[in-house]
């Protein structure tokens, strides 16, 4: 069986919730707290996952274990790519035509609730 690599994963999640798309994102949908603490819990993760990657080889049940959070790993990644895409397209249709940030907010309250239901 091959073994299981998310650090990267975890890396690149960590980097897309620290840009600048995501944090304005955050603030207009009033998620700026939750981002916080999804990026503390993602830094500790990633620490542990360092060690499990390493053990992996060894230890079925830490084989086992990082297969499970894998599914995780990779739901978060798709999530993190979703919001920095809204993100991306809140700044490009503000800085087409500021009226259409009430069309957008509007449109974006949707996206909110399920990304908000994906996180918790």
Request: hydrophobic letters at 45%; glycine letters at 4%.
């Amino acid at each position: 069986m091959a073994e299981f690599i998310l650090s990267p994963i975890a890396d690149k999640i960590i980097g897309g919730l620290g840009s600048e798309a995501v944090k304005q994102i955050s603030l207009v949908w009033g998620v700026n707290d939750e981002l916080e603490q999804l990026t503390e819990t993602i830094s500790t993760i990633q620490a542990v996952l360092l060690d499990a990657e390493k053990k992996q080889s060894h230890n079925n049940q830490v084989k086992n274990w990082l297969q499970r959070l894998n599914t995780v790993v990779l739901k978060a990644d798709d999530l993190m790519d979703e919001v920095n895409t809204q993100g991306l397209r809140h700044q490009l249709i503000m800085s087409q035509n500021p009226l259409a940030n009430q069309v957008l907010f509007s449109f974006n309250l949707i996206r909110h609730f399920y990304i908000l239901d994906c996180i918790q």
